[in-house]
């Protein structure tokens, strides 16, 4: 399942604006939008399926311990 996360263009349109905010404001730096969405791909791209499976992994252990709870409450 290694699909490409799909984001709407105004969603990507406002994450190069905040991309574009955080380096002027952290670095004083002026990026273009061509060197912001460049930094949004490598995000896209190295770290969002890192995060991803993080979420995946807490919804796993989250559910595996509402079975349990589950189970514990079977008639014997």
């Known amino acids: ?5 799909q984001i709407e263009k105004k969603r990507k349109t406002e994450m190069i604006e ?3 905010h955080y380096f ?3 670095r004083n730096e002026e990026l273009g939008d061509l060197a912001a969405s460049l930094v949004l ?3 896209m791209d190295e770290l969002a399926p890192l995060f ?3 979420g ?4 796993h252990a989250f ?3 509402k079975l349990d709870d589950l189970y514990e ?4």
């Open 52 to 54: 991803y499976n993080l």
């Open 24 to 26: 002027m404001n952290q």
């Open 1 to 5: 399942m290694n699909q490409p996360f």
């Open 41 to 43: 791909d490598f995000f």
């Open 18 to 20: 905040r991309i574009q």
């Open 56 to 59: 995946v992994e807490d919804a």
């Open 63 to 65: 559910l595996t311990e």
């Open 73 to 76: 409450i079977q008639r014997k």
